[in-house]
């Protein structure tokens, strides 16, 4: 049976509709495939980054404390001895700047366990995003019509849009506790007898 040139063009034109959606999702789905690999290597080298710079910055503290305990020490001698004082005057004063060193040291600690948790929680998004993205990326190459591939890529948008706003919710919560115990250990210190 002789197919009519009407319907060979028909055929013609759904196998070149039907190649370039294969080429635009192909090319969709190579464009999600790298930006979800950009999107974890740049997490990746932050999450690294962050947990240097924690590291550095808890080290710089512990340095910087017995710095300032042993300068702390000698300008306590020296104004003790400038001012005259001494015995319980010049021990009660020390067990306040004592006390005033701990306080600040305990919220730097409580402070530096915080950022470890926000770094964390961005960690544990960039990983879930790249996984998920792969799981998108198969929708992509299953698609039969511009309207399924732009379907899925919007909502490919949302969900990323959605699971940032919630981490970054967890990570502001979790920045307010954190928040909130340094000032309680701060008041908690002021408030103890010397």
């Given at each position: 049976m002789a197919t009519s040139p009407r319907h060979a063009e028909n055929d013609s034109a759904t196998?070149?509709?039907?190649?370039?959606?294969?080429?635009?999702?192909?090319?969709?789905?190579?464009?999600?495939r790298t930006m979800a690999e950009a999107g974890e290597r740049t997490a990746r080298a932050g999450a690294d980054a962050f947990r240097r710079n924690a590291e550095s910055i808890?080290?710089?503290?512990?340095?910087?404390?017995?710095?300032?305990?042993r300068i702390a020490e000698r300008?306590?001698?020296?104004?003790?001895?400038?001012?005259?004082?001494?015995g319980d005057t010049a021990r009660q004063t020390m067990q306040q700047s004592?006390?005033?060193?701990?306080?600040?040291?305990?919220?730097?600690t409580v402070i530096a366990g915080g950022l470890q948790d926000?770094?964390?929680?961005?960690?544990?998004?960039?990983?879930?995003?790249a996984e998920q993205n792969l799981d998108h990326f198969d929708r992509?190459?299953?698609?039969?019509?511009?309207?399924?591939?732009?379907?899925?890529?919007?909502?490919?948008?949302?969900d990323n849009v959605e699971a940032m706003l919630q981490s970054a919710r967890r990570?502001?919560?979790?920045?307010?506790?954190v928040a909130d115990?340094?000032?309680?250990?701060?008041?908690?210190?002021?408030?103890?007898?010397?």
């Open positions: 196998e070149t509709a039907q190649q370039g959606m294969r080429k635009a999702a192909d090319q969709a789905a190579h464009t999600s808890s080290n710089t503290w512990r340095s910087g404390r017995d710095a300032v305990n300008s306590m001698d020296q104004v003790y001895k400038a001012f005259g004082l001494t004592s006390g005033n060193m701990q306080a600040v040291m305990e919220s730097t926000v770094t964390g929680e961005w960690i544990r998004f960039a990983q879930s995003r992509l190459l299953e698609c039969r019509s511009i309207q399924e591939l732009l379907a899925i890529q919007t909502q490919i948008v949302r990570t502001a919560e979790r920045s307010t506790q115990e340094a000032v309680r250990r701060m008041s908690e210190a002021s408030l103890a007898p010397r």
